[in-house]
């Protein structure tokens, strides 16, 4: 089993349109990261979000923290072509901190 | 800052060969990821490093693939005997600590045919 839910699994929408994506958890993290990838390059970090109910914005991107810190969303305003790529969430687990990535979401902006 | 170099960036070979994949962190960093991922998947973690030991392996398939980190700084990644399912893209990653964000390199994409 996934220790992150990510859904949905792919999005295909036009430009301008908004769109939410989930991370779901049955665990509390003390903090939840999101990262983007694009095609042929590795994760890059978007935000951290640390306190339950937690909302970070950035530019177009609105990122929330559950009030419980077991789950988390993204939310794209009038998606633009170049937020095409895979939306990662990510969370530190365990005695080590390993990070452990979810399955990704792949959104597909067409102009 | 220069960021995480891996190299090769591709790799072709045959079923049996084996690889080896190198990974040069950003200076200064303690923590070392190595992650494989299937295409339109997350990053699944391989083994991770505190300085030159090992913190956590536990999801390495050892019969095959070996790691290690020679002077807390480079590190090297290899599959002996390569299978067709190990065909994906290896990516290393670093941080400062244990909780810390990661900055990944491109990657090697390593087909096995």
Do not use: M
């Amino acid at each position: 089993t996934q220790l992150l839910e990510q859904s949905p699994q792919f999005l295909s929408i036009q430009e301008g349109e908004n769109l939410t994506v989930y991370c779901n958890s049955s665990s509390v993290f003390s903090s939840l990261q999101w990262y983007r990838q694009e095609p042929g390059e590795g994760p890059v970090l978007l935000v951290t979000v640390v306190t339950g109910g937690e909302v970070k914005k950035l530019k177009r991107l609105t990122f929330q923290f559950g009030d419980a810190r077991k789950d988390s969303s993204l939310h794209i305003t009038a998606a633009q072509p170049g937020d095409t790529g895979l939306y990662l969430c990510a969370v530190h687990s365990g005695n080590t901190g390993k990070l452990i990535f979810g399955q990704g979401t792949t959104l597909q902006v067409k102009p | 800052e220069a960021g995480v170099a891996q190299s090769p960036r591709y790799k072709i070979i045959e079923k049996r060969q084996s690889v080896a994949f190198w990974c040069n962190p950003i200076s200064g960093h303690a923590t070392l990821y190595w992650y494989q991922q299937i295409l339109g998947q997350g990053p699944k973690l391989l083994i991770q490093f505190q300085n030159n030991g090992v913190v956590d392996d536990s999801q390495l398939p050892k019969d095959r693939f070996s790691a290690e980190r020679l002077k807390g700084v480079d590190s090297t990644l290899k599959i002996q005997p390569a299978k067709l399912e190990d065909s994906a893209v290896y990516l290393c990653a670093s941080g400062t600590g244990s909780q810390s964000p990661l900055h990944f390199g491109n990657g090697t994409r390593l087909t096995v045919t």
